[in-house]
């Protein structure tokens, strides 16, 4: 784990810097999903080419490192599988870690039926292929089925998916990242062979070794990077995997959101060097920067880049060049294994993850997230069978035979080209049956809830009134005022329901400032709070927001680890995608009509005197 690169001065590192800035576009992941195709592609052509032979000699090739008598000696091949992967699993294990500490992970109910999804996506694929291969050496290829390749799932779903998958890939997202746990799990502990206990011991050690450079708050990279090597040979010398050593290092390493007074000394060190420019102040103020971002996010920024676009197309090229001559097709076509590898993919990712969201739905209803059809769960469900990195990774762990490992490989493109296929026909008979309707977009996708939402006036209050806004929206401001008179004219007869819609491209403390109202509401205090963020729209700087809370008289410390933790980022982002998929797009709308359900969305003016007018027609069409 090295220090960061200056983009500037290295053409790789202009290059990883070029594809970072793109994968911050809406394409992101059909970009990253192209590099890993195009390699493919190019494994394929060049190892079914007159130059085929080129191919298998050129992987193949022995590379040594040696110190003094001892070393290690692989193919290019293994290089790639067990050296570059290991920085591939690192980001995976970062990821999800980051996950439960701070995404989508963190709560619980929102994720419950994913990870229920993802369990029987493992199960059901392994045991149907083991219905085809119950034993012999095949059977230890049930591993091959288990995982999904992220990249290109997303990638599908955002080519060949509906036009409104927020929530589906919301969903997708967090079954993608339970599937890797229980992945690397199944790594671990079947497919490790002649295990040594001395090196392991050696492995522990470094493990150990970097959770004390945590502890002491050891910021260079340097320190790192040397244990973690450390840490690598002694894992590969062991007999576990070493790609393993990558996830367990990331899961050591420290994640929490950005501190407000180590972001405050970051910005005092910074002025620091403005203002008198040298090489002490230059050291202390990247490091007040480094300090300020937790070691996690940091190398997710610094490795990411590096392991989409080059190193999983990297493995891709390695590991993707199967000879498709007439014989390893026929073999293909008669054998257990490939079918077993395309059964368990194909079917047993589609049955085992839209069966199980299809019963837990049915058991807690409401754990179903507003907008998220089991129609679009089965489409899903289709594309996870796309299996490609880590199912051609455990081919190489599992099959010795090289006929067999190329049966396997055939399986798992083929059984990548028939799930997105799969899911791509099952989202255009979703849309055939259930065409989307112009009314249906104009009612409210999420019902009030008691229990989530913030309601001013009467819980029971026959008509209701629910506002998607931006606290530094001036509209939005103006708004409150006629909300404000729209409930004195209806008295208890109206309750007023807030729900956040940050405009991020508008307001760019807009975000902040609801995390703020939801912090506060976490003390009792979220009226309070909203009323003052109103009145001060265009004074929501976090100095300004802090200085509004002590005046409120909350707990400054619970209120500033408050506004920093998961849970109030995914209560804002989720009344993002309700709004996102009722296509609303800007501040204020609002949604009225008498119930819990039946409302809604209001098109017009929002002056109350119109306000007014409307839900007085909502009672007597109703009444």
Not at 176 to 205: K, M, W
Not at 310 to 324: D, E, W
Not at 425 to 446: G, M, N, Q, T, V
Request: negative net charge; charged residues 20%.
């Amino acid at each position: 784990m090295a220090d960061q690169i200056t983009p500037t001065n290295r053409p790789m590192a202009r290059f990883v810097e070029r594809i970072s800035r793109a994968r911050g576009e809406r394409n992101s992941e059909t970009l990253a999903a192209g590099f890993l195709l195009a390699a493919t592609l190019i494994a394929l052509i060049w190892a079914n080419s007159p130059l085929g032979e080129t191919y298998q000699s050129f992987w193949h090739t022995e590379l040594s490192v040696t110190v003094g008598e001892h070393g290690i000696s692989l193919d290019l091949a293994h290089w790639v599988n067990d050296g570059l992967m290991a920085l591939f699993f690192f980001v995976v294990g970062l990821e999800v870690k980051r996950e439960f500490a701070m995404g989508e992970l963190t709560d619980r109910s929102r994720a419950a039926i994913p990870i229920v999804a993802a369990l029987a996506g493992l199960a059901a694929p392994a045991l149907l292929f083991l219905a085809f291969n119950p034993s012999g050496p095949a059977a230890q290829a049930w591993g091959v089925v288990i995982s999904t390749d992220t990249a290109f799932l997303l990638g599908a779903l955002a080519v060949l998916g509906p036009k409104k998958a927020a929530r589906l890939r919301i969903f997708l997202l967090t079954l993608a990242v339970a599937d890797d746990v229980g992945a690397l799990a199944i790594i671990a502990f079947f497919y490790t062979d002649d295990l040594d206990v001395v090196p392991l011991v050696l492995a522990f050690i470094g493990l150990g070794l970097i959770f004390l450079l945590r502890r002491l708050e050891v910021w260079r990279g340097v320190g790192y990077f040397v244990v973690a090597l450390f840490t690598w040979v002694a894992m590969y010398e062991s007999g576990v995997h070493p790609t393993l050593a990558g996830v367990m290092i990331a899961l050591i390493l420290p994640v929490y959101p950005p501190r407000r007074s180590e972001v405050e000394r970051a910005s005092d060190l910074t002025r620091a060097f403005r203002q008198s420019p040298n090489p002490e102040y230059a050291r202390a103020a990247r490091l007040g920067l480094d300090q300020a971002v937790s070691v996690n996010e940091r190398l997710m920024r610094l490795y990411q880049p590096y392991t989409a676009f080059i190193i999983v197309p990297i493995f891709a090229l390695a590991n993707a060049g199967v000879v498709l001559s007439s014989d390893t097709l026929k073999a293909a076509s008669t054998s257990t294994l490939t079918w077993g590898i395309i059964a368990g993919l194909v079917l047993g990712k589609l049955v085992g993850i839209t069966g199980a969201s299809a019963i837990f739905a049915k058991l807690r209803p409401s754990a179903l997230a507003p907008g998220l059809t089991l129609s679009h769960i089965a489409g899903g469900a289709a594309m996870s069978g796309i299996g490609f990195t880590i199912s051609l990774f455990i081919i190489d762990l599992a099959l010795d035979d090289p006929l067999l490992a190329d049966e396997a490989r055939v399986g798992v493109l083929a059984a990548s080209v028939i799930a997105a296929l799969l899911g791509w026909i099952l989202f255009r008979i979703d849309a055939r049956i259930h065409p989307p309707k112009a009314e249906a977009s104009l009612r409210i996708l999420r019902p009030v809830s008691a229990k989530r939402d913030h309601i001013r006036g009467p819980v029971d209050a026959p008509l209701t009134i629910v506002e998607y806004a931006d606290f530094e929206c001036p509209f939005c401001s103006k708004a409150t005022g006629s909300v404000a008179e729209v409930r004195k004219h209806f008295g208890d007869d109206l309750r007023y329901v807030y729900r956040h819609l940050p405009l991020d491209d508008y307001h760019p403390h807009a975000r902040y400032a609801a995390y703020a109202s939801e912090a506060a509401a976490a003390q009792g205090k979220f009226w309070e709070m909203a009323d003052v963020l109103f009145r001060n729209s265009d004074a929501l700087e976090p100095d300004d927001i802090d200085g509004y809370a002590r005046e409120l008289g909350l707990d400054m410390d619970r209120f500033e680890d408050d506004i920093r933790t998961g849970d109030y980022v995914v209560r804002v982002e989720d009344d993002e995608l309700d709004a996102t998929s009722s296509d609303v797009g800007g501040t204020p709308t609002f949604y009225l009509g008498r119930g819990d359900k039946n409302l809604t969305r209001h098109i017009g003016p929002y002056d109350a005197a119109t306000l007014i007018r409307a839900l007085e027609e909502s009672r007597q069409t109703t009444e």
